[in-house]
T-cell receptor, first 111, second 115 residues
Framework: LAKTTQPISMDSYEGQEVNITCSHNNIATNDYITWYQQFPSQGPRFIIQGYKTKVTNEVASLFIPADRKSSTLSLPRVSLSDTAVYYCLVGDMDSNYQLIWGAGTKLIIKP | EAGVVQSPRYKIIEKKQPVAFWCNPISGHNTLYWYRQNLGQGPELLIRYENEEAVDDSQLPKDRFSAERLKGVDSTLKIQPAELGDSAVYLC?????????????FGPGTRLTVT
């Protein structure tokens, strides 16, 4: 099964750019990389998804190097409301498309 | 557009009692997921439906858990009998496509406490 590794927690300050890196050494050829955000007492919310190089949307960017063994979620100019848990997922086609959720990265933004 | 609806939001029961959770997915979403999330951990997939068919229930503890999705819309997850270790948040999610790489929309979850 594909497995991801993320830092358990990170701190930053308002207005800063935050980069969260995820390691997925066993990513398969057809796997996509997806990031979700979760606030307390809420279900996760989709942030961004990519396969290779760079993907950008209105809230984040996702950088994927050529070997795809890692990916970096970039949040520009964070605010206090970005305090949440961020999950990196890799779609595992070898396991009946089962998505494996790790423990995520708890991001704390300070004023 | 209404999101994924779950009920109840909270449930407290004694061990050995039965409990059921209900989920109404986003209209038009064929894929429905039930997850269990323990404190400080990521969601764990229990079962995934494509329309009425359970296509992945490998992680569902079938001795006490059951699920159904009648008419390919609403779904119910049941635990009977509940154990102390079942205390967790039960999340329902839905998505458009048959491939789970597509964006999943989550409900607020049901927080179950078994005493």
């Amino acid at each position: 099964l594909a497995k991801t590794t993320q830092p358990i927690s990170m701190d930053s300050y308002e207005g800063q750019e935050v980069n969260i890196t995820c390691s997925h050494n066993n990513i398969a050829t057809n796997d996509y990389i997806t990031w979700y955000q979760q606030f307390p007492s809420q279900g996760p919310r989709f942030i961004i998804q990519g396969y290779k190089t760079k993907v950008t949307n209105e809230v984040a960017s996702l950088f994927i190097p050529a070997d795809r063994k890692s990916s970096t979620l970039s949040l520009p100019r964070v605010s206090l409301s970005d305090t949440a848990v961020y999950y990196c997922l890799v779609g595992d086609m070898d396991s009946n498309y089962q998505l494996i959720w790790g423990a995520g990265t708890k991001l704390i933004i300070k004023p | 557009e209404a999101g994924v609806v779950q009920s109840p939001r909270y449930k407290i029961i004694e061990k050995k009692q039965p409990v059921a959770f209900w989920c109404n997915p986003i209209s038009g979403h064929n894929t429905l997921y039930w997850y269990r999330q323990n404190l400080g951990q990521g969601p764990e997939l229990l079962i995934r439906y494509e329309n009425e068919e359970a296509v992945d229930d490998s992680q569902l503890p079938k001795d006490r858990f059951s699920a159904e999705r009648l008419k390919g819309v609403d779904s119910t997850l049941k635990i009977q009998p509940a154990e102390l270790g079942d205390s967790a948040v039960y999340l329902c999610a839905s998505s458009l496509g048959g491939v789970p790489f597509t964006e999943q929309y989550f409900g607020p979850g049901t927080r179950l406490t078994v005493t």
